[in-house]
């Protein structure tokens, strides 16, 4: 029998075998334990024409993976290797969907501040991280001590960075949140919940007291509406009885402009503005005309742009109100007229969700689940996206180069990486 975690010699995508075992933990246990079948390759059986699997028991899978930063088409690969029949608390998952977000780009390219461990539990040849945050699996099996999760539920991973672009993943139970309820979900949805969601809907409850008496009355300003995070912060917002002011790029027609703002309206934004016209003289007059002649405040800030865009979003603030600045899409600095913070007492935050789920994993959970009874229910649509389609033959140039573009800006949607394969 074969225990520890599934690890023996890869191919990677050009098809050279991986060096031999890891020489880590459960990798060193499996080839002291077994080392006569596993030198070489294994005897594999074809399955239809598509995948091998193991005669073994072990089950194939490919991983996008990278050995130094860089851009993504200049370092990612992809690896294939084996996974073991799962043992004691042990699963086996195969992946449904996961995006492609900013960050997982920010993290490739080593300057993300969380950086997943390199190493050679997956048989690579240099140690390697298995790139993505994000994504939603199927457990295809489970260890027998395995007791939170059965097959054919849907999970995602606890915390970030542990690697969601691959096929098929081997984790601990103790790892993974179980969709209680996956009936009238999709993997999309599933699978971009953890992150985005999550990070409009903390920032929205946790940097203002808002004043429920006042449901309808007052305001948050945000750029990067059409983000992610955007779009659930207009939709958690319209849930509770906040106005939203939203700023977004102006496309290349004035028509496309107009089809973006309708989306965003249709989302619930009570205003949609382009970035041209919040650095205009004439948004001050706009802001006051909004909020009726500043009756209503606006009392909450979400930035991920920086620059001149922040600064004009902080203009906006009633007094005492909180900007809250989450990512840095312009690469510019946030700079702050200093009368804001002596006469207005304005208060300036970051959030990384990342570093608040590990510390309120609970809270974490819960959040999750708020907002997919929201989408249950119909109030919490998805986000535009471009599917790219996983199949098992793949090499991995067409996923890179999906990767690739997700900072290029103005995108129809984010990318989804889905999975078309068979466990
Ligand atoms: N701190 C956290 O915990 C946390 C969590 C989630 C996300 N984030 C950050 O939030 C931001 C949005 O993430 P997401 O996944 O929601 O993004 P997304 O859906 O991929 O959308 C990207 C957004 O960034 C805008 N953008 C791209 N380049 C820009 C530029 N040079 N100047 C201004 N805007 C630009 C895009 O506008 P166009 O359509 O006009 O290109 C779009 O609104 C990212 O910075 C991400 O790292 C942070």
Not at 122 to 147: C, D, H, K, M, Y
Request: aromatic share 8%.
């Amino acid at each position: 029998m074969f225990s520890g975690r599934a690890i023996r010699s890869g191919v990677n995508a050009t098809g050279s075998h991986a060096s031999a075992l890891s020489k880590t933990g459960a990798a060193s246990r499996l080839s002291s334990t077994s080392k006569p079948q596993w030198r070489g390759v294994s005897p594999q059986v074809p399955i239809g024409n598509r995948r091998w699997i193991s005669v073994y028991g072990y089950t194939q899978s490919k991983a996008l993976v990278y050995s130094r930063y860089g851009e993504p088409k200049d370092v990612l690969q992809l690896h294939k290797h084996s996974i073991s029949a799962p043992h004691g608390t042990q699963v086996n998952l195969r992946l449904l969907a996961a995006p492609l977000n900013p960050a997982d780009v920010n993290q490739i390219q080593g300057v993300y501040p969380s950086k997943p461990p390199f190493q050679t539990a997956l048989g690579t040849q240099e140690p390697s991280a298995v790139a993505g945050n994000e994504g939603a699996f199927e457990v295809i099996a489970t260890g027998s001590g395995a007791r939170n999760v059965s097959k054919g539920d849907w999970v995602v991973m606890k915390q970030t960075g542990q690697g969601t672009w691959r096929t098929h993943a081997q984790l601990d139970e103790s790892q993974l949140i179980k969709i209680e309820n996956k009936e009238g979900l999709t993997p999309l949805q599933i699978s971009t919940v953890s992150v985005n969601p999550v990070t409009a809907y903390r920032m929205i409850k946790d940097f203002c007291e808002w004043d429920w008496m006042r449901a309808g009355e007052e305001w948050l300003i945000q750029n990067g509406a059409n983000s992610g995070v955007g779009r659930a912060a207009i939709q958690l917002a319209r849930e509770w009885g906040i106005k939203t002011l939203n700023i977004v790029r102006e496309r290349k027609t004035p028509e496309e402009t107009e089809v973006l703002k309708k989306e965003l309206l249709d989302l619930g934004a009570t205003a949609v503005v382009t970035e041209a016209e919040l650095l205009s003289g004439g948004f001050r007059n706009l802001v006051h005309d909004l909020t009726r002649q500043g009756k209503e405040p606006i009392r909450l800030a979400l930035n991920c742009v920086g620059g001149k865009s922040a600064t004009a979003l902080a203009k906006t603030l009633a007094p005492g109100s909180h900007l809250v600045t989450y990512g840095a899409m312009s690469k510019q600095p946030v700079a702050l007229p200093s009368g804001l913070l002596i006469f207005k007492n304005l208060a300036f935050d970051g959030f990384w969700v990342s570093k608040w789920g590990d510390k309120n994993p609970q809270l974490k959970e819960n959040t999750i689940s708020d907002v997919l009874q929201l989408t249950r229910a119909g109030r919490f649509k998805d986000i535009p996206v471009e599917e790219i389609k996983w199949n098992w033959d793949m090499d991995g140039s067409e996923l890179i180069s999906g990767v690739q573009e997700t900072l290029s800006g103005y995108r129809s949607g984010k990318g989804l990486l889905c999975y078309k394969g068979q466990d």
